[in-house]
Each structure stands twice: as C-alpha cells, then as structure tokens.
C-alpha cells in the first residue's frame, strides 16, 4: 500500500502487525518481532513522525544487540536510521 501512495494504510497494516508480533512474543526477544519494530519505525521517520519511529527503531536495536550482539535490522543499520531525524532537525 505504501507503494501505491497509501502510506497511512500501509502504516496501519504495519501496527496491526507489530501488535500481532507482540502477543505472541510476549515478553521473548525474537528477530521477526525486531524487524517489526524497525520497518515500523522506518515508515513512521519516512512520514515525518521522528518520536515514535526513533523509539521504535531504538527498541528493535536493542533487542537484535540481545538476540545476536549485531545492529543489524531489516537490511539497514537502525544506527542510520537514528541519524536521519537528527540530521534533519539540524539547521542549513
């Protein structure tokens, strides 16, 4: 959906998701829970939403450091994630 220019779908579809993951990983780490929450917080910075996407990918860097001792999420560095509403709010 977000593809197609329907990002606010495509963001819903993604919660509903995250919370789905959350239920059933109750309390447990688990990598397809830390993708959730990056793609999540990706979508959100990509929206202009820096709070809840840095709090997002923040917490699914924490958990892929527990899991694996990596930063690695979703293909991309949450590190570089981080650095993009830091950056922005920077002035010229």
């Known amino acids: 959906l977000e593809a197609m220019g329907d990002r606010a779908a495509g963001v819903a579809l993604q919660r509903e998701a995250l919370e789905m993951r959350r239920r059933l990983y109750a309390g447990v780490d688990h990598p397809d829970f830390a993708t959730s929450l990056s793609t999540l917080g990706a979508s959100l910075l990509?929206?202009?939403?820096?709070?809840?996407?840095?709090?997002?990918?923040?917490?699914?860097?924490?958990?892929?450091?527990?899991?694996?001792?990596?930063?690695?999420?979703?293909?991309?560095?949450?590190?570089?994630?981080?650095?993009?509403p830091r950056r922005a709010a920077l002035p010229p």
């Open 46 to 84: 990509a929206l202009g939403d820096p709070t809840e996407g840095v709090a997002l990918i923040s917490e699914a860097l924490s958990m892929r450091r527990r899991l694996d001792g990596t930063s690695h999420v979703q293909g991309c560095s949450p590190p570089i994630y981080l650095g993009i």
